[in-house]
Nanobody, 123 residues
Framework: QVQLVESGGGLVQAGGSLRLSCAAS????????MGWFRQTPGKQREFVTA????????YYADSVKGRLTISRDNTKNTVYLQMNSLKPEDTAVYYC????????????????WGQGTQVTVSS
């Protein structure tokens, strides 16, 4: 079992930045691929980004490429999402996710979810 706890969400103006963190605990959490998804009311949860267990491979949704960056620190069992040049359409609940492989997370094959953190971008 892997437990995921997100933090760092909040309210920011368009063009601003936020950094989300996801602390993982449980069995071999450092060997899991990690990722972020987001969801707005009435819509399906969508893939944002994923990173392999060693950080060598990353994947991004087209809508966030060049603005959002995923990274991880396995010594702290933590994955980060640096969000720059935020837009109102980035407003959503952001969920941390863990799975076996980053490419599988990209296809929404998720083994564990966090509880989510709200990000609101005002125009």
């Amino acid at each position: 079992q892997v437990q995921l706890v997100e933090s760092g969400g909040g309210l920011v103006q368009a063009g601003g930045s936020l950094r989300l963190s996801c602390a993982a605990s449980g069995r071999t959490s450092s060997s899991d691929a990690m990722g972020w998804f987001r969801q707005t009311p009435g819509k399906q949860r969508e893939f944002v980004t994923a990173i392999s267990w060693n950080g060598d491979s990353t994947y991004y949704a087209d809508s966030v490429k060049g603005r959002l960056t995923i990274s991880r620190d396995n010594t702290k069992n933590t994955v980060y999402l640096q969000m720059n040049s935020l837009k109102p359409e980035d407003t959503a609940v952001y969920y941390c996710a863990a799975g076996r492989r980053a490419i599988e997370l990209r296809k929404s094959f998720v083994d564990y979810w966090g509880q989510g953190t709200q990000v609101t971008v005002s125009s």
